[in-house]
Nanobody, 124 residues
Framework: QVQLVESGGGLAQAGGSLRLSCAAS?????????MGWFRQAPGKEREFVAV???????AYSTSVKDRFTISRDNDKNTLYLQMNNLKAEDTAVYYC?????????????????WGQGTQVTVSS
């Protein structure tokens, strides 16, 4: 059974940084799968943040491009999200997701497995 466990969330000041991690385990060869981050702010729908495909090519939402960096360590089955220059509008629960294939997607429907989420709060 696939499990995704996020960590690294917390409270940061505007302009600060946080690094999220997502440890994947169980049943799949994660190096062959796209992995991504989504987030959900209070009162809003969950939205795409960043994704990295099976060969490591990243894609970002416009709102985080040039501030966030997604990466993966296939030896450790771990996904990361380095978040710099945080803004109050980055406050949300961040979810790690693993897709059903190698190709990256910005759509939630392309992802088969989800973590429980980690809270990121940015104070202005």
């Amino acid at each position: 059974q696939v499990q995704l466990v996020e960590s690294g969330g917390g409270l940061a000041q505007a302009g600060g940084s946080l690094r999220l991690s997502c440890a994947a385990s169980g049943g799949r060869t994660f190096s062959n799968l796209a992995m991504g981050w989504f987030r959900q702010a209070p009162g809003k729908e969950r939205e795409f943040v960043a994704v990295v495909n099976a060969i490591g090519a990243p894609a970002y939402s416009t709102s985080v491009k040039d501030r966030f960096t997604i990466s993966r360590d296939n030896d450790k089955n771990t996904l990361y999200l380095q978040m710099n220059n945080l803004k109050a509008e980055d406050t949300a629960v961040y979810y790690c997701a693993v897709g059903g294939g190698r190709v990256a997607s910005r759509s939630e429907t392309a992802y088969d497995y989800w973590g429980q989420g980690t809270q990121v709060t940015v104070s202005s």
